[in-house]
């Protein structure tokens, strides 16, 4: 984890992305934490896009259960045609 203050990342941009490589880059703004950079796949991966369900399920590890309820009665109705 690198932090950075503001006029740190303005200076040099470069060193921020190679350093986000490594994990989150957090930029501060007066001494608090103001923005965090990531590269596009850790965003991805946290915001949960990027991924297809086949992609979820080929994970190392994956263990879903899927036990849809019964439907009772019919699974049609007439078409109302008024």
């Known amino acids: 984890m690198t932090t950075l203050t ?3 990342f303005n200076q040099d941009t470069g060193r921020a992305k190679k350093e986000a ?4 880059v ?7 934490p103001a923005h ?4 596009i796949e ?3 991966r ?3 896009g990027g991924m297809s369900l086949a992609d979820a ?3 190392p590890g994956a263990d879903f259960e899927f ?5 009772a009665g019919p699974i049609g109705r007439p078409a109302d045609l008024d």
């Open 42 to 44: 850790d965003y991805l």
């Open 6 to 8: 503001s006029r740190e």
């Open 26 to 32: 957090f930029i501060t703004d007066r001494g608090r």
């Open 21 to 24: 490589a490594n994990g989150p």
């Open 36 to 39: 965090v950079l990531l590269t």
């Open 67 to 71: 036990e849809p309820s019964r439907i």
């Open 46 to 48: 946290l915001a949960g």
């Open 57 to 59: 399920l080929a994970q």
